[in-house]
């Protein structure tokens, strides 16, 4: 079977190792520490459909990552998880399209894994 690639990326080095451990199974899970590194691995692995990326980070926080990654990847589905409710920021990232969705922490295995199936399918099918 050939797995899709995503990206996850988290400052916190716990949360990636266990998003990876939850989401390889189904999924080539790459991961990176930081937006610097998302934008990096971003243009090393273009068969990336999917990026998720934690909310708070330090120097560059979820939302300011995706936008970047965006303009240049228009084609790839970005998700923000969070441990925090939604903000204003995340409500309109959601209303412009930025994001497709977001996700609370702790991490719901089974919401994240549907949303990403579903994304793939639509993707597929255009």
Known sequence: MNKKKILYIDDEELNVKLFAHNFSRNFDVVTG???IDGLALLEKNPDIKVVISDMKMPYMHGLEFIAIASEKYREKKYFILTGFDITEEIQ?????KLIVKYFSKP???KEIETAINEVLLYIQTF
């Open 33 to 35: 520490l930081s937006g």
């Open 92 to 96: 309109h990232a959601l209303d412009s």
């Open 107 to 109: 991490l719901n295995v």
